[in-house]
């Protein structure tokens, strides 16, 4: 299904109608400018996407305050969606820590509503530190579950957080979520990157969003990237489109439940993501895409450590 006004077509993210297509806004902080930000966002409304996921830890917070002085006060079909598990620190080798003690998920919790000027966050995910990639819990924040959840289950019956999703986790840690009523899941993957398709086949069973980062791989060092792959390529020059818009398509294509989060700093480059939205893959070329193997390992393995995931 497509929409005109919801690239990639309507996607559920628990209670909430979205575009397929959503936009990460970790990118918004290096923008050239406040107003270029603001610009941004405002196009993404107009292309259609209600599906902005951030953080407070995104550059200090700075990325919520953009999203607050561009949208505020919001429309009511727009979805924000944080998350928590880590804070923004300053001097370190990554400007980030984790934070997955119940206390400081609740304090993050607060600082986005204070930075975005909401009452409340519509979903906040749990970002788990357990698997690659990224930092690894050690000491005291190596934290049980089911103490993380109970908090998100009490800051959702204060109102403060309507649903809750999970982050950066394997299939067993996705089940043993599921009771807590989790809307989502948001971990690394693209087309280069299933080594998690046993979880997004989980999700879609039991209608759950599978919102993934890294959809078209990533910069950072040891990920491959979805638009140097040569089948993406070849298929992307016999449509006419860009690669990265193949890679976008086939995750739309590949299952109902997946809503890619591709972030940009580049008003060009979120207009050439939401395009991806009706670029029709040939059952042919979606089966050429699919037989590509993944390049990445489920727990990892072979990347550099990093927090940050936009």
Not at 50 to 59: E, M, P
Not at 87 to 97: D, E, F, I, Q, S
Not at 125 to 135: E, F, H, Q, S, T
């Amino acid at each position: 299904m497509t929409s005109t006004s919801h690239p990639g077509g309507v996607g559920r993210l628990g209670a909430h109608q979205v575009a397929r297509i959503g936009y990460g806004a970790m990118g918004l902080a290096p923008a050239p400018s406040i107003d270029h930000a603001v610009a941004l966002l405002h196009r993404a409304l107009e292309l259609g996407i209600n599906h902005i996921d951030t953080a407070s830890f995104y550059a200090g917070g700075e990325v919520n305050r953009r999203i607050r002085r561009a949208l505020a006060p919001y429309r009511d079909d727009v979805v924000i969606v944080s998350k928590v598990g880590a804070r923004h620190v300053t001097g370190g080798k990554v400007p980030l820590a984790l934070a997955q003690q119940p206390a400081e998920l609740r304090a993050a919790v607060e600082l986005d509503l204070a930075q975005l000027g909401l009452d409340r966050i519509p979903v906040v995910n749990l970002r788990r530190a357990d698997i690659g990639p990224g930092v690894l819990a050690e000491g005291e924040q190596i934290v049980d579950l089911d103490d993380q959840l109970a908090e998100l289950i009490a800051l959702r019956e204060e109102g403060m957080v309507g649903a809750i999703g999970i982050s950066n986790v394997p299939l067993d840690t996705v089940r043993r979520a599921q009771p807590a009523g989790i809307v989502c899941v948001q971990n690394a993957y693209s087309l280069l990157d299933r080594s998690h398709e046993d979880a997004v086949e989980f999700c879609a069973a039991h209608g759950i969003a599978w919102v993934p980062y890294f959809p078209l791989g990533s910069g950072f060092p040891g990920f491959p990237k979805v638009s140097e792959h040569p089948v993406v390529a070849r298929i992307a020059g016999e449509l006419g489109v860009t690669a990265a818009q193949v890679g976008l398509a086939w995750l739309l294509a590949h299952s109902p439940n997946i809503l890619p989060i591709a972030g940009t700093g580049s008003i060009a480059h979120l207009e050439e993501n939401v395009g991806a939205g009706s670029i029709p893959l040939r059952a042919s070329a979606i089966a050429e895409l699919d037989a590509v193997p993944s390049q990445v390992s489920a727990n990892g393995d072979g990347v550099q450590p990093f927090l940050d995931e936009r």
